[in-house]
């Protein structure tokens, strides 16, 4: 049953926490550069939210070039009381 699975459906990770700079970084498939501070949506797409007593701990976002989903996670690092791991 695995086997019909298909990895174009599952997201890839990105941990905020290991990228340097602005935040800015390249799509894991197609390399368009993704920044926080495009709030356009031109490059991509907001697609889920995941919150923990109202503030952000995960985002799942969709490059606009090739459609892939890219899903966000470091967020849980600046939220006090929350262990970091």
């Known amino acids: 049953m695995k086997k019909s699975m298909s990895k174009k459906s599952l997201p890839y990770k990105i941990d905020l926490t290991e990228i340097e700079g602005d935040g800015s970084f390249p799509c894991p498939k197609c390399g368009t550069v993704i920044s926080?501070?495009?709030e356009t949506e031109?490059?991509?797409?907001i697609v889920e939210t995941k919150l923990i007593n109202d503030e952000l701990v995960e985002l799942v976002i969709m490059c606009s070039n090739c459609g892939s989903k890219i899903k966000l996670t470091g967020f849980e690092a600046t939220i006090e009381g929350l262990p970091t791991r």
């Open 42 to 45: 031109q490059v991509y797409k």
């Open 36 to 38: 926080p501070e495009d």
